[in-house]
């Protein structure tokens, strides 16, 4: 989404527009969301934008559209999202891949996966299907927005005042801070399994 479109639906419906895009972005196709959010942030540099209104719509659309899916998954469940769920960008390979590894870690699937377009729209349908406690969904679903939204938002909020940002390139630069992050991710993955190499008794 370019600067100019999403100013225009900010024109038309205020704020609203914001929570719109990360709901269905959570329930729906997935999308860059990461690059709207860093958007979000730089427009709020420029006074386009207001930080806390702004802030709160990306937040709470995120975290309604994962208790939305949720009661989806719970109280509808399996048979219902495999039918119709491709409507909305949830392919047979995307259910499958998640329900095969979803229930090996279901708190950190829950609260990290924001941070993976496709896992975090499949997410929240697993977590209602497997009859997760609400309690629980709620807390880690509640953070993982917090920890989702806030930081990119803040990253273009601080990008935007250092460097003289050409609008029309902000969503790629929200693509580089997610492939940061999967780096990151990525080399603490591989410290950890060669560390466990180094301490497991040889055989």
């Known amino acids: 989404m370019n600067t100019d479109t999403l100013l225009h639906y900010l024109d038309l419906y205020g704020y609203a527009i914001i929570f719109l895009f990360l709901f269905l972005g959570i329930v729906g196709i ?18 386009s934008l207001s930080f806390v209104p702004a802030t709160l719509a990306a937040f709470f659309g995120a975290f309604i559209g994962m ?7 719970r109280y509808i469940g399996s048979p219902f999202i495999r039918k119709y769920g491709k409507y909305v960008g949830i392919t ?13 870690n279901v ?6 996966g924001y941070y993976m377009p496709g896992i975090r729209q ?29 930081p990119f938002i803040l990253a273009g909020l ?40 180094v301490n497991s008794p040889q055989e």
């Open 122 to 150: 499949i997410s929240p349908y697993f977590a209602g299907i497997n009859r997760i406690g609400f309690g629980s969904f709620f807390f880690l679903s509640l953070l993982g927005a917090l920890i989702w939204t806030l």
């Open 92 to 104: 047979e390979e995307r259910w499958d891949k998640v329900q095969e590894k979803y229930m090996k």
């Open 158 to 197: 601080f990008v935007g005042s250092k460097v003289d940002i050409n609008p029309a390139y902000v969503p790629y630069l929200g693509l580089v801070f997610l492939a940061i992050f999967f780096l990151f991710v990525l080399i603490n993955y591989v410290k950890k399994k060669k560390a466990k190499r």
């Open 30 to 47: 997935p999308a860059p969301e990461e690059s709207l959010l860093f958007l979000i942030g730089v427009l709020i540099f420029q006074h």
């Open 67 to 73: 208790l939305s899916a949720y009661v989806v998954g």
């Open 107 to 112: 708190r950190r699937t829950i609260l990290l």
